[in-house]
């Protein structure tokens, strides 16, 4: 999928992924890729970015860890982020259900 189209939906799919538990940048690229069915593969150049500016925004918590031998940063969701998922969602569903009705598709 093109990055251009992902421009302002990239912080929800993060905080989605991050809801299912703390996960380091692998992992969390992995997911979204699989749970996109291969329609978000994007690279670290795009994820781990978008991960500090949601950290420095208050909606990721990170710590370091040992992981297959090596340290990792591991992103968690803080209760600011997952406020901000839940609005995120609410006003995916709204805009998603508009542009459905337009389309003349069934919900």
Same mark, same amino acid.
């Given at each position: 999928?093109? $990055? !251009? &189209?992902?421009? =302002?939906?990239? *912080? /929800?799919?993060?905080?989605? #992924?991050?809801? %299912?538990?703390?996960?380091?940048?692998?992992?969390?690229?992995?997911?979204? $890729? !699989? &749970?996109?069915? =291969?329609?978000? *593969? /994007?690279?670290?150049?795009? #994820?781990?970015? %978008?991960?500090?500016?949601?950290?420095?925004?208050?909606?990721?918590?990170?710590?370091?860890?040992?992981?297959?031998?090596?340290?990792?940063?591991?992103?968690?969701?803080?209760?600011?982020?997952?406020?901000?998922?839940?609005?995120?969602?609410?006003?995916?569903?709204?805009?998603?259900?508009?542009?459905?009705?337009?389309?003349?598709?069934?919900?």
């Amino acid at each position: 999928m093109n $990055r !251009e &189209r992902l421009k =302002g939906h990239l *912080d /929800l799919l993060l905080l989605s #992924v991050l809801a %299912a538990g703390p996960a380091h940048g692998y992992v969390i690229i992995t997911k979204l $890729r !699989e &749970r996109s069915g =291969g329609a978000f *593969d /994007l690279p670290e150049g795009t #994820v781990y970015p %978008a991960l500090h500016r949601l950290q420095k925004a208050g909606l990721l918590d990170s710590s370091w860890t040992d992981a297959e031998g090596r340290p990792r940063r591991v992103y968690a969701l803080t209760t600011q982020g997952a406020a901000a998922l839940a609005d995120g969602t609410t006003e995916w569903r709204r805009f998603a259900t508009g542009v459905q009705a337009v389309l003349g598709w069934q919900a």
